[in-house]
């Protein structure tokens, strides 16, 4: 596609249940990326994969977090037993060559992101 | 482990006026440093960044950012701001050796003026 698009844009769920959300990176990207951003705050690295092997997940808050790159396209990004602190714009970005330290031209092309509410 | 600190969550300036956002990072090792920025209701766009070599880089809409090792500073700057440059503005950095790894400061909302 034109860009990367996440869905749904917007999640809304109670305590305790399980989510899962969808990345859908620029075609041809080598490399996907999570990130989760609170309100008034920057975006925090969660994790992310080249092809389908993830890479760095560092970032993920726990074990309910985990994510996901099977075919090396589309990525899911599950939060298991959801709790009102995971309430957070969680936003997925790709990029071309596999990292942002391959040239001049690599950057990131970050999706709108999926809203996500614990009540 | 590198983090960013952006001192100004707000800076208010007038149309046409000069603009500094400042930025400052610690880290020990080489770093690769970004300014994003996010206009409202959109994804974050990469303004510039810098690898390596000049310390002073160009990126789009007139925007430029200088790296300044002994201060460990990555300051944005911008000679003559407009109204379509309001938006919020995040400095970046990452580790050479995890260069995808990267970690965002909180912001800067920058609110132009007329």
């Known amino acids: 596609g034109a860009g990367v698009s996440q869905s749904p844009r917007y999640k809304v769920t109670k305590r305790g249940q399980d989510v899962a959300l969808r990345c859908d990176p620029i075609?041809?990207?080598?490399?996907l990326y999570w990130y989760r951003q609170a309100l008034g705050q920057g975006p925090e690295f969660l994790t992310y994969?080249?092809?389908?092997?993830?890479?760095?997940k560092s970032g993920l808050p726990n074990d309910r977090f985990s994510a996901e790159r099977p075919e090396g396209s589309i990525s899911t990004l599950t939060i298991q037993r959801t709790e009102q602190r995971d309430s957070a714009m969680y936003r997925c970005?790709?990029?071309?060559?596999?990292?942002?330290?391959?040239?001049?031209?690599?950057?990131?092309?970050f999706g709108s992101g999926t809203q996500l509410s614990v009540l | 482990a590198q983090s960013v600190t952006q001192l100004d969550s707000q800076v208010p300036v007038f149309e046409e006026a000069p603009v500094e956002l400042r930025c400052n990072y610690s880290?020990?090792?080489?770093?690769?440093l970004f300014w994003y920025v996010q206009y409202p209701n959109q994804g974050l766009q990469l303004l510039l960044k810098?690898?390596?070599?000049?310390?002073l880089v160009k990126g789009i809409n007139g925007f430029e950012a200088e790296f300044n090792k002994s201060q460990t500073s990555f300051h944005l700057r911008k000679p003559s701001v407009h109204i379509s440059d309001t938006a919020e503005y995040f400095c970046?950095?990452?580790?050479?050796?995890?260069?995808?790894?990267?970690?965002f400061g909180s912001g800067t909302r920058l609110s132009i003026r007329p």
């Open positions: 880290s020990s090792v080489s770093v690769y």
């Open positions: 810098y690898l390596s070599g000049s310390t």
């Open positions: 970046a950095v990452s580790h050479r050796s995890s260069a995808s790894k990267i970690i």
């Open positions: 994969f080249n092809y389908e092997a993830q890479q760095d």
């Open positions: 075609s041809g990207h080598v490399s």
């Open positions: 970005a790709s990029s071309l060559l596999g990292g942002v330290g391959q040239g001049p031209n690599e950057k990131l092309f």
